[in-house]
């Protein structure tokens, strides 16, 4: 049995749509188990800056449905040197907190890692990403909320790119990982989509041309996943200028709105399972691991998995695609 008395939670890196609606699920399901909850604004530089507020259960009321996230989010160089965790260990003590829920994406496990390790302080992670970019679970929190807003931008691109005949490289998130460039393709019935994981292997773009993907089409869309490696939409579209001048190249970066926007059902249900399942984890006697989800199941993933290993994309959604939009 747990012996984890007081919880502080709080979000780090990038916000996802979804994060409010596990500070939620942590905040009540640790109350309801008896523990007390601190909110931790900021992230850890909040955590370093004593930014800590005891939560009650209404002060996660009305909040599932919002984007972004109440406890708000920050980077903090202070947290990659020994002094600066060393200063949130001390502020940990001071409040009483015995155990650490923190949301975030691969900087903010990283760093949990690091500090759990160090101090031998139970920490669990829950993946809060767009990018889906997490090793160990199918999907993170925020991810299908930004994937539906990218499918309804790019409904909307198409309505210009059709009426000029035009082709459109649209750049979406991702960093460095392809999950919302593929996906999003298929859900908004786009031509193609180049992505990190295929560009070492080939000339996407090439590939895209020479097989005449424009044949049956007056307009193409094709979405570019942000990327040193793909060379982003502005990259392409260069290229294309450059070495296939007979097309109409238009470029269009979705950028943060591909970030904001009250989360979707998938997303307020898994962000709410995995904060319910992160006490569960406390409670019995978890600590270093990231929750995840497998075939729809709960699943502890440690971090040193999490973190470490790249997150295959499935390539049967490569031909997919390729299939669909002939
Ligand atoms: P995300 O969690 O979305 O990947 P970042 O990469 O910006 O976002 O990381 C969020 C925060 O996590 C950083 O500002 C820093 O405080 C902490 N962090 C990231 N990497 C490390 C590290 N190697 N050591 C300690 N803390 C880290």
């Given at each position: 049995m747990s012996?984890?008395?007081?919880?502080?939670?709080?979000?780090?890196?990038?916000?996802?749509?979804?994060?409010?609606?596990?500070?939620?699920?942590?905040?009540?399901s640790a109350i309801y188990n008896g523990m007390r909850v601190k909110g931790i604004y900021r992230g850890y530089k909040g955590l370093i800056l004593d930014e800590i507020e005891e939560f009650k259960t209404q002060n996660v009321s009305n909040i599932i449905q919002r984007g972004g996230t109440i406890l708000k989010t920050a980077r903090c160089v202070e947290f990659k040197t020994p002094e600066g965790r060393k200063q949130a260990y001390d502020k940990l003590q001071e409040h009483g907190i015995d155990a650490l829920i923190a949301i975030g994406g691969d900087g903010t496990l990283t760093g949990a890692r690091i500090f759990a390790q160090e101090f031998n302080f139970p920490i669990v992670g829950l993946p809060g990403t767009i990018d889906n970019d997490l090793y160990g679970t199918d999907t993170t929190i925020g991810y299908d909320t930004a994937l539906n807003t990218i499918m309804e931008c790019v409904d909307k691109i198409r309505d210009t790119a059709t009426s000029h005949d035009r082709l459109f490289f649209v750049e979406v998130m991702g960093r460095d990982a392809g999950f919302l460039a593929l996906n999003g393709a298929i859900a908004s019935?786009?031509?193609?989509?180049?992505?990190?994981?295929?560009?070492?292997?080939?000339?996407?773009?090439?590939?895209?041309?020479?097989?005449?993907?424009?044949?049956?089409?007056?307009?193409?869309?094709?979405?570019?996943?942000?990327?040193?490696?793909?060379?982003?939409?502005?990259?392409?579209?260069?290229?294309?200028?450059?070495?296939?001048?007979?097309?109409?190249?238009?470029?269009?970066?979705?950028?943060?709105?591909?970030?904001?926007?009250s989360p979707t059902a998938q997303d307020r249900i898994l962000a709410t399972r995995m904060g319910v399942a992160a006490i569960d984890a406390l409670l019995d006697d978890q600590r270093n691991v990231m929750m995840g989800i497998q075939n729809d199941q709960i699943v502890y993933v440690p971090f040193s998995k999490a973190i470490k290993n790249d997150k295959p994309i499935n390539r049967d959604l490569l031909n997919t695609l390729r299939v669909s939009s002939i």
């Open positions: 012996t984890v008395k007081c919880v502080g939670i709080l979000t780090s890196g990038g916000d996802a749509p979804g994060m409010n609606a596990a500070i939620r699920a942590v905040t009540r019935g786009a031509e193609a989509a180049i992505i990190p994981e295929i560009s070492l292997e080939k000339d996407q773009l090439a590939e895209m041309i020479e097989n005449g993907f424009r044949k049956s089409k007056n307009s193409s869309i094709v979405l570019v996943a942000e990327s040193e490696v793909t060379g982003g939409a502005m990259g392409v579209a260069e290229r294309v200028k450059k070495e296939y001048p007979q097309f109409d190249v238009r470029v269009s970066i979705l950028g943060h709105l591909q970030r904001g926007g």
